[in-house]
């Protein structure tokens, strides 16, 4: 496989941005050494595990931004992703939480749909995960509920046109400093624009990461879409690998990311080669990592 000019300066980039993570790590670790050793940072190296968790009981908001490329006939077209994913966990009872996960888009994309570029809001995913406040006894995390598929794009070539509900499930087990899982959903569509093509989709996505003790996390996962209706290409199979690192800035934890992917298979006309991702998450937990400058 050949690599394009273009692609060596976007793994430049990554690389470079991959480094940047260096300095905020030593930062975390000496802060954390500073004012309260042993406690600051283990409880820094929770909170990034609650990160790799999808269903934790913890706000986040975060911010994705992907960046694919070769899409189209002519292997000419890109097109960049804003996700905004805000997570709410909401306490039922003694033994329950929901936790609200909601996916909007922000698109803004070039040659895929004819020549030109469109650019605005995509469908929004919103997902209900009704999860056990404790593990299992084997220590298996878990939760269930809806998936909705809302057509809120702002253009047509944006999004589906259609309205989609079905189930959705995540099960992971945490354990030394390991996390791994599978969060997976299947979408049909009931109502919408006649004109467009059902919605009949299954998304996979497994996953594994590693935090270290320095609130530094590597994780590996794929976000496959299967596509039943299609009559060949069904699979899209992007698989990512990630680097975050948690931080606090003043005294708002914040946990950025810098990944690379690679598209394993994607349906015709679709992104082919490298993707490029970098997420900004802002945390809100209830026990803030530090506590140090707090009075008596």
Known sequence: MKITSRQQNLIAVALVGALAFTTPALWAEEAATTAAPEDAAAKAQELAKKLSNPIANLISAPMQANFDEDFGPDGKGSKFTLNIQPVIPVSLGEDWNVISRTILPVIYQSDIVGTGSQGGLGDITQSLFFSPKEPTKGGVIWGAGPALLLP????????????????????????????????????????????????????????????????????????????WDADHDQWSIPVNFAVSQLMRIGKQPVQLQGGLGYWADSPQNGAEGFRFRFAVTLLFPKDPIDRSDRKP
């Open 152 to 227: 809120s794009a702002t253009r047509d070539e944006l999004g589906t046109e259609k309205w989609a509900a079905g189930p959705t499930v995540v099960m992971l087990k945490q354990t030394h400093g390991w996390t791994y899982g599978l969060l997976a959903n299947h979408l049909w569509s009931y109502a919408g624009n006649d004109d467009r093509a059902d919605v009949n989709a299954t998304f996979l996505q497994p996953f594994l990461s590693f935090t270290t003790k320095q609130a530094m996390t590597f994780g590996l996962n794929t976000e496959a879409t299967y596509n």
